[in-house]
Structure formats: C-alpha cells, structure tokens
C-alpha cells in the first residue's frame, strides 16, 4: 500500500531547498538570461491584444507591470510568488467578468540592458510563464528615476483592447514600484526599445492622458521597497494619478489588493463587501488591504466610471480618474 | 486511474506509459500523500519510485498535486533530490502544489507511529509517515496546515506550533525538531515550489488538453468501503478525481488498474493469500517494511476485484500488469468465489454497504478472515479472463517493468 522511501529528515529536507533555491522560481533569470525573453520583448510589437470570444464574452483586461530595479530588494521575487494567485481570486469571487491578465516589467532605459519587459494578456497560466520569465535587472540608476513613461508609452500606443473599441470600458493598468518617471518619453529610448519614430518628446502628464482613455491607472508602492512611504515619490504620484495611488504596507496582501481595487471598480462590491469577502477565503490580509484601499473604496459610492461619450468631457474636481456626479 | 486491488498494482508504470503515449498536459494526484509508491522504470534502466511527484515526471510531464493530496514538504525534498539525480534538472519546476493541500509535519508521523505501536498485534498497517494522522487532525482542527500556510510566517509559526503541542498533549512527548527548524524549512519549500489557486490551476490545465489522474493506494484500502480498520486514511476510488473534473466543467475516462495476482503489503484480510506464491513472486520493489511489515502474495482475487469495480462506481477499462508473472509461477490461479464454511453456498459477489457504514465494513472484514477460496482456475489468456470478470475491456497490458513491455490495446486513451 506504499512506503516511506523519502526521507522526512528536517535538515536534509533544508539542505535540499538551499540547494534548490533559484533552480526554479525566475529561472530564466536565474538561468543568468540578461536578455529579454522573446514572449516579453516589446521591439516590433503592433499591439498587444485583449479580446473577446465565445468562451470569454466579455474580456476584462489588467495589466500587472512592476519595477525589477535594485531599489525594490526583494519585492520582484514576492511578487512573481504572489500573482499567480490573482486570477483565481477574481474568478472565484466574480468581481471581474472574463479576465485577461499581462504581466511586464520595468527598468531604466538609461542604464539597463532590459529596461521593458510586456507579456501578452492571458485567460490561462500562460501568464504565469510570463511571470517566470521575466528577467529580474536589479540594477537602475539610484537617481530615484525608472522608465516608467516608457511603460505607460507602451501600453497606450501598443494595446488593443476589446472593452475599450466594443464596449466602452476600460481595462485596468497596476503599476508597483518605488520611484518617479522620467519627464519625458524619449524618441531615442522608443526607437531602442520598441521600434517606434517619434518626432518629438511626450511628456508624462501627456501619455498619462492617452493612457487613461485605455486604463485605470494605479501606482502600488509597496512596504519593503526602497521609497516605502516618501513624501516626495508620493506626492508626485498623487499629482499625476490622484487617488488611484496605493501605499502598501504587507505586499504578501498584492494579489487581494488588486482584486479588491477592480472589484471596486467594476461596481462589483463595496470596500466592506470585499474585505468580508476576503475573511471569507482565510485572507489575513484584510488589515493591509483595508488600509490601502481606504481612499478609493470611500469614494467610489459617488463615482461612476468613464465610457467613450464622456471621456472627453471637462469635469470639475481633483484629476483622480472619477467623473463625480 | 485507480487500482482496484490493494495497492501495488502498478499505476505508476501504467500513468508512464500514459505520458510516453501521447501528449499530457499534467499529471494531477486527488489521494493518499508521501506515502504512495508508484515505482518506473525507464527503458534506459532507471529506476524511480514516486511518491509525491507525478509517475509522468521522466517524460518531463508537469504535476499537480490537488487539495485532496497530504503534502509532506521534507519528503518531497528528498524525492526531488532523487530526480534531479536521474536526470530531471529542475523536478520543483514541475511541480504545482493547490494552495488548499494539508501538509504533514514530523509531529504528525511521530503521532502516527506511537498509536501504531499502542495497537500490538492489532496494527493496521500504516507506513508511519503521517497521512492518516495529518487528515485526523484536520477534521477537529480547522486551523491545520496547509499548503498556502507556508507563505505567510506568522500564520505558518501558529499552526505548526499548535499541531505540536496538541498532539503532545495528548500522547506525551513526540520528540522531533524544534518548531523554528520546521518553520524554516517549510517556508523554503513554499518559495520554492509553486503554491497555486487549485481551481484555476486545474481548469486551465483541463482545458489546455489531455490530463492524467494518477490515484494512489486502492479501492480495496479504501477509508469508506476498504475491510475496516484495515484501511488508509483516503479516499481511493474516483470520487475525488470526479469532483475535481466536476468542477472543471471535465469528463474522463475510467480506468481500472489490476495486477495478475493479488498482493498486500500490511495487516488485513487476503483471503487468497498463499505462502508459496509470496516466495515463488518476490517483489522488487517491496520488501518487508519496517511499519507495515511483510509484502504478501496470493492468487487473483476476481470476487474482492468485483467488489471495487462495483465501490468505485464501475470502469470503462482495465490495464492488466504482471502477464509475466503466470509464466513464472505456474502454480499461480484466479479465485472466481469463496467459500465461507463447510456445506455453506459459495460467495461470488460482495454486497458493498452504505458510505461511511463503518459496523458494515467491519463486519466484511470477519467474514472475509474466515474466508477461503471455494475454487482456483487457471485461464488460457490472462488478461482476457480477467476482464472477463470484471466486464470491462482491457486496453493496457503490461509485460514488464519497462514502458517497452507494455502494449496498448486499444485508440480509446488518445480521446
């Protein structure tokens, strides 16, 4: 009826592990890859694509970019651990119809040999492929600068998204990191590193726009990161995206946090709901959730989201993304 | 797959030719844990017995070990060890674990031995490793550990913790390494192995293509309808795999598992049982062990065969293993009926109780210890006869150790 063959030896079993370490978690990174896997590698790209079909009606897509740089330590490795889990959460408790989640990476492009990294949207672990294969930099600049405009260039010239052209609703875009944008997209960098001729510079403020008519934007600054809690990173942050800036303080709690805020977004609950929701799975989270997400879930009963006939309107108000009625 | 006899019957052979046969998208685990042993042999000669991982691992097929399996994370350690030593480079890699999975601890397994031990002469044949304490423990405490635990140290700290001092409260001291050591290993284990949404894992995996359940132990050791107490802490029929398949909006084919003759390592009712088939069939995989005891051997046993066809719900196939074995044991025979007592009718069907009708199971259990044979034939075609009698076609017949002398019969496993 079967045996103890292996050995249940605590420190053997220890031994093994050190040893494994880094053999399978980012091993194409581990591998000593230095180059862009070719499913990430944003050169060349038309768009990256997020449809609807038979089997998935009606596509919600979340795109997951975070900073692979030194200044976030281990945040990368945590967080290729913790994703996997999103989509799962979001399935089984329904607050997004059809999910397609991308994975991607960011870096500097003044100085990294891989400075964007961008997955395609998956409904399957496919994404969890992309997440493996992402090429861990751990470098940057230590100017408190990553390319994060580049990321943002990419996403709102290169996407193609089904809820946006069909139906009016945008996908969502989480960006985790630490630290601040470049001013500006530069030509040179978009010609390196995706291919593009542009004639002149884009400043920041100008991509955030274009890529809002695609996305929700939110920056996730993680506790454990370099920049944890600077006023400066932050204030900059909330200049650009508002309230859609989020600190925090368990990154272990990342995956509920990005469930809970599409939740909120999607009308599917409110902030109470979803916390109860999250007990209800054996979350222990909910803490750090609640505090991150305080801001957002408190305004979103007087928020409606945008659709094509009002984006362009001139709303009043703070420019957090919510048309306030 | 399920075996239909006591264990031993070869899945793990059977779940390796499945993967050599066409392409398989993962082999997915739904019972028993670190216990299992499922032994392949390669046509290259190597040798594996698995426990933890998948029998489909040398084919570099993934596996995915579902809520229903005890994950021991020191065992697997030193399973995985073994394969990266035959050739599989990154055997974690393989590997992923439903965050939903108990795990045993060394406390566990020391609990295990200890109330084995208090059983004497009465054992029930455990292999002292911990699963059945592990799902014990589990049904009065909702706090036990599990798999995604070992991502949260705080969480994984308390739990293990109380697994300790509960079951040292009640048994005496267990012994074991100090808590902090568990801790640290388990949480290696956790950042090394991929700990997944179980749901969304299996739907994906079930959608992508063909998937292999690989069940361990047997219908015939089965916690529910197995010869009480001689039983294992696990549902061994396809009733988990059908939940999991159920859930995924999935369907499977059935296949039964038998062997030519009829074994069983550990205590319990093998009323074929014969001393000079366990010397004239020594088995290379399994000897006398040191918790179970010896490995026994006796004629096939087509009545108690039928009764686990009949538990686990019916098959669509069968793979019959050993079709060497008659060869080389010539005395070697199927017992088609009991007999229960002189002058009394023979018994050709074994009348299968409610669900969790334990006094019922006990009570098969004494009437098959006084239980003998009432007749043994020798059929021409082995695997034919026996499918015969569990009315179902074979399409998997295994001559040997080795994926080369296995034959599949049928296109049906392509589906």
């Known amino acids: 009826m079967g045996s103890g063959r292996w050995s249940t030896d605590v420190y053997g079993a220890a031994a093994s592990y050190r040893a494994a370490t880094g053999r399978s978690a980012f091993a194409y990174s581990d591998s000593g890859a230095r180059k862009v896997h070719e499913r990430l590698d944003p050169r060349g790209v038309d768009v990256r694509e997020s449809r609807d079909s038979d089997e998935h009606p009606r596509s919600t897509p979340i795109a997951v970019l975070f900073d692979v740089t030194g200044s976030m330590g281990s945040v990368p490795r945590t967080l290729q651990s913790k994703l996997p889990e999103l989509f799962g959460l979001l399935l089984r408790k329904g607050y997004a119809t059809d999910p397609q989640i991308m994975f991607g990476a960011i870096g500097d492009a003044t100085c990294d040999r891989v400075p964007l990294q961008i997955g395609q949207f998956e409904s399957d672990n496919r994404m969890d492929d992309d997440l493996g294969n992402i090429v861990l930099e751990g470098g940057g600049g230590g100017q408190r600068t990553e390319s994060y405009e580049l990321a943002m260039y990419f996403m709102a010239r290169h996407t193609s998204l089904d809820s946006v052209e069909r139906r009016g609703r945008r996908g969502y875009l989480f960006l985790i990191g630490d630290e601040l944008p470049y001013p500006q997209v530069k030509p040179a960098e978009v010609r390196r590193w995706t291919g593009d001729e542009l004639a002149e510079p884009i400043s920041v403020a100008a991509i955030v726009a274009e890529l809002r008519q695609r996305f929700e934007v939110y920056y996730i600054l993680p506790s454990g990161a370099s920049y944890a809690g600077d006023p400066e990173i932050l204030g900059y942050w909330r200049r650009l995206l508002g309230q859609h800036v989020i600190e925090l303080d368990d990154l272990d709690a990342v995956c509920e946090t990005i469930a809970l805020t599409v939740g909120l977004g999607e009308e599917a609950i409110d902030l109470a709901e979803g916390l109860t929701d999250l007990a209800d799975v054996g979350s222990t989270a909910t803490g750090s959730v609640g505090r991150a997400l305080a801001t957002i879930g408190s305004t979103r009963g007087v928020a409606v989201r945008t659709d094509l006939a009002t984006a362009g309107l001139d709303t009043d108000g703070p420019d957090d993304g919510l048309i306030r009625l | ?415």
Request: proline content about 6%; aromatic content about 6%; some cysteine.
């Open chain 2, 1 to 415: 797959m399920v075996d239909l006899g006591y264990g031993d019957a070869g899945k793990g052979t059977v779940v390796d030719l499945l993967c050599a046969d066409g392409p398989v998208g993962a082999v997915i685990r739904f019972n028993g844990g670190a216990q299992a042993a499922h032994n392949v042999v390669t046509s290259d000669g190597r040798h594996h017995t698995f426990a933890q991982f998948g029998s489909g691992t040398l084919h570099g097929v993934p596996t995915h070990l579902s809520r229903f399996v005890v994950v021991d994370p020191l065992a697997l350690a030193a399973e995985a060890e073994q394969l990266n030593a035959i050739g599989v480079p990154d055997p974690f890699g393989l590997l992923t674990i439903d965050a939903e999975a108990l795990l045993s601890t060394p406390w566990h397994a020391a609990a295990n031995r200890l109330r084995e031990l208090g059983r004497g002469a009465g054992r029930h044949g455990s292999c002292g490793m911990g699963v059945g304490e592990t799902m014990a423990y589990a049904l009065r405490h909702a706090d036990a550990p599990r798999a995604g635990d070992t991502l949260d140290p705080t969480r994984l700290r308390h739990r293990l913790t109380a697994v300790r001092d509960r079951l040292t409260d009640e048994l005496g001291d267990l012994g074991g390494p100090p808590v902090d050591e568990v801790v640290s290993v388990f949480r290696a284990f956790g950042s090394i192995v991929s700990i997944v949404d179980g749901w969304s894992t299996r739907r994906a995996l079930l959608d992508a293509g063909r998937c292999v359940f690989e069940g361990a132990q047997g219908v015939l050791l089965d916690e529910w309808f197995g010869w009480h107490p001689y039983t294992t802490w696990s549902t061994t029929t396809f009733a988990n795999a059908e939940t999991l398949l159920a859930e995924a909006g999935h369907g499977a084919l059935r296949l039964g598992v038998v062997r030519t003759y009829t074994t069983r390592h550990g205590a319990g009712p093998l009323v074929t049982e014969d001393p000079a088939l366990t010397a004239a069939l020594p088995d290379r995989h399994n000897g006398t062990g040191r918790w179970q005891g010896p490995f026994r051997v006796g004629h096939f046993d087509a009545v108690a065969h039928r009764y686990a066809v009949e538990v686990a719900g019916g098959v669509d196939a069968l793979a019959v293993t050993h079709l060497d074995a008659p060869d080389r044991a010539p005395e070697l025979r199927i017992c088609p009926e009991y007999a229960l007592a002189p002058g009394a009718p023979t018994l050709d069907r074994l009348v299968p109780g409610g669900r969790g009708d334990l006094a019922y199971q006990e009570r098969l259990t004494a009437l098959l210890a006084g239980a003998r044979p009432a007749r043994l034939d020798r059929p021409a075609r082995w695997a034919s006869a026996i499918g015969a009698l569990l009315d179902a076609p074979v399409l998997i017949e295994s001559y040997g150790p080795s994926t080369a002398d296995k034959r599949v019969l049928g296109r049906a496993l392509a589906a």
